[in-house]
T-cell receptor
Framework: AQSVTQPDIHITVSEGASLELRCNYSYGATPYLFWYVQSPGQGLQLLLK??????LVQGIKGFEAEFKRSQSSFNLRKPSVHWSDAAEYFC???????????FGSGTKLNVKP | EADIYQTPRYLVIGTGKKITLECSQT?????MYWYQQDPGMELHLIHYSYGVNSTEKGDLSSESTVSRIRTEHFPLTLESARPSHTSQYLC??????????FGEGSRLTVL
């Protein structure tokens, strides 16, 4: 069965510090992987996606993610966090030719001034 | 900017009432989805549709029902709401690019 695990429920970082959010997936075939961000009271917005090719993908707002097949991971990174990055981040996997999408439980990011 | 809209954004109702959560998109997407979101939990797929007159139940059992008689419209109905239905409901749609576009959600509270 497909599943997505985000082991960190809450993370707090200082503004300007680097960030890494972890995501592991379970899926038998080649996964289509996504990171979404949700600000309070809002829907989810796509940050970046990986379908194939270069395993390091760039997204919006200065985020990047690296796909590691051997570790079944797709971790999200940002070199320098801004206060406006405080939000909840969701990792997702798309399966069956994008007919279904499975999400992790999210990581809530707090940014200290 | 996503063109997918959910109404109402917030709803507080009593037990036993019938409610309909509306979801509309103007992007012409064939695939639409309803997710249930609870704090600290993964988003659970409760319904999906691949086009007009096509609806399927998702992986999380839900007492709600959906319909898809127009491409742009995918409403969710609860015939008799209960406190266990209290949750946030997110509607989404996609073309086959893989990107899901989400509405802002409908937060339902059943007293």
């Amino acid at each position: 069965a497909q599943s997505v695990t985000q082991p960190d429920i809450h993370i707090t970082v200082s503004e300007g510090a680097s960030l890494e959010l972890r995501c592991n997936y379970s899926y038998g075939a080649t996964p289509y992987l996504f990171w979404y961000v949700q600000s309070p009271g809002q829907g989810l917005q796509l940050l970046l996606k990986y379908f194939s090719g270069d395993t390091l993908v760039q997204g919006i707002k200065g985020f990047e993610a690296e796909f590691k097949r051997s570790q079944s991971s797709f971790n999200l990174r940002k070199p320098s966090v801004h206060w406006s990055d405080a939000a909840e981040y969701f990792c997702a996997v798309g399966v069956y030719n994008f007919n279904k999408f499975y999400f992790g439980s999210g990581t809530k990011l707090n940014v200290k001034p | 900017e996503a063109d997918i809209y959910q109404t109402p954004r917030y709803l507080v109702i009593g037990t036993g009432k019938k409610i309909t959560l509306e979801c509309s998109q103007t992007m012409g997407h064939d695939k639409m989805y309803w997710y249930q979101q609870d704090p600290g939990m993964e988003l659970h797929l409760i319904h999906y549709s691949y086009g007009v007159n096509s609806t399927e139940k998702g992986d999380l059992s839900s007492e709600s029902t959906v319909s898809r008689i127009r491409t742009e419209h995918f409403p969710l109905t609860l015939e008799s709401a209960r406190p266990s239905h209290t949750s946030q409901y997110l509607c989404a749609s996609t073309r086959d690019t893989g990107e899901l576009f989400f509405g802002e959600g409908s937060r339902l509270t059943v007293l």
